[in-house]
């Protein structure tokens, strides 16, 4: 019996890349999947049934069971819609991936609102959309598995502050939905996925890459431990009942390894039996509070896990090795 054997899902943004791989691992996992994407450009314009249909066409050569859809996300109606055509033509929904997303990279300084507005509406606004619909479902039938992708990109990346701002919100959300779905035994994770996508290569970095190589990013990545495809395998776990205690938490897909991330937690205060004087505070402040501050950790610190020193790793299984924080309590 397969892992998702008689389960239903839909994933968001799943004609390319991370939602595609996910799909389609999602399948040969046992479920049926509602494949929607809008078919857009990076941008968000234009539209194409091309790419979802075309991985229906891909699950159903392989034996999987799959229908497309290409609304959007980012519209109430058509994001409800998506959800029930799963249950109106499965009876049921047990898995949403939301995955569908766009760029409009812009410094702060920069960005206009309609690029703040345009990314947040897909992401953030589109997550909630899907989610909600979902939600109603899940707590009716006492189950569901909700999956969301948010970013690195949220942990501060200078040129993304509508992208960031979407998918620290993701984070938000969904620890709002694990916190409030739990007791219908319906959890809710994210996953900050990396790996060569399309979005990779409309980078700077990724035109250059071509323009040395004659390959885009994506192109080279394909079963390397650049593959959007890497993600997949958490999704098909976190949407499986092996899954059924994890909730609420935060993922980092990088190369062929998965680390969990801590949740936000208190590191030190400063208290008084009364208000405390703002000149008390300038004088307070840089030995207690203000002591050793940390930058924003940014966007590369999953490279950094690999250069961490090889005592504090352990073979836990052939070929996979297993890494905690040495700072963490055990």
């Not at 999956?147 to 969904?174: D, E, H, R, W």
């Not at 208290?271 to 002591?291: C, H, N, Q, S, W």
Request: aromatic fraction near 8%; hydrophobic fraction near 45%; proline fraction near 5%.
């Amino acid at each position: 019996m397969a892992l998702l054997d008689g389960k239903t899902a839909l994933v968001t943004g799943a004609g390319r890349g991370i939602g595609r791989g996910i799909a389609m691992a999602l399948a040969a996992a046992g479920a049926k999947v509602v494949v929607n994407d809008l078919g857009t450009g990076l941008d968000g314009e234009g539209v194409g049934t091309g790419p979802a249909a075309q991985v229906v066409e891909e699950i159903k050569k392989l034996g999987g069971t799959a229908a497309a859809n290409f609304g959007s996300v980012a519209d109430y109606p058509q994001a409800t819609a998506m959800v029930d055509q799963v249950i109106k033509t499965w009876g049921r929904i047990d898995i949403l991936v939301n995955v569908a997303g766009i760029l409009r990279d812009r410094m702060i300084f920069n960005m206009t609102k309609e690029e703040w507005a345009a990314v947040l509406a897909v992401h953030l606004d589109g997550t909630f959309y899907c989610t909600r619909a979902a939600s109603i479902a899940m707590r009716e039938q006492k189950f569901g598995r909700i999956i969301s992708m948010s970013s690195v990109s949220a942990l501060g990346a200078p040129g993304q502050p509508n992208y960031a701002a979407a998918k620290a919100g993701i984070i938000g959300l969904t620890w709002s939905t694990a916190n409030a779905m739990a007791k219908y035994n319906v959890t809710a994770n994210a996953i900050m996925p990396s790996g060569a996508t399309r979005m990779i290569d409309s980078t700077p970095r990724g035109r250059k890459v071509f323009e040395e190589t004659g390959k885009w990013p994506s192109e080279q990545a394909v079963g390397t431990e650049r593959d959007p495809d890497n993600v997949a395998p958490l999704a098909v776990f976190l949407a499986s009942d092996a899954a059924a205690r994890v909730n609420g938490q935060v993922f980092h897909s990088f190369g062929y390894g998965y680390a969990l991330m801590a949740p936000p937690q208190p590191i030190r205060r400063l208290e008084a039996d009364r208000r405390i004087d703002p000149e008390e505070l300038v004088k307070l402040f840089p030995e207690t509070l203000g002591r050793d501050l940390q930058d924003p950790i940014g966007t590369n610190f999953g490279k950094g896990l690999e250069e961490r020193p090889k005592a504090e790793w352990k073979s836990v299984a052939g070929g996979v090795r297993f890494w905690q924080a040495p700072w963490e309590g055990r």
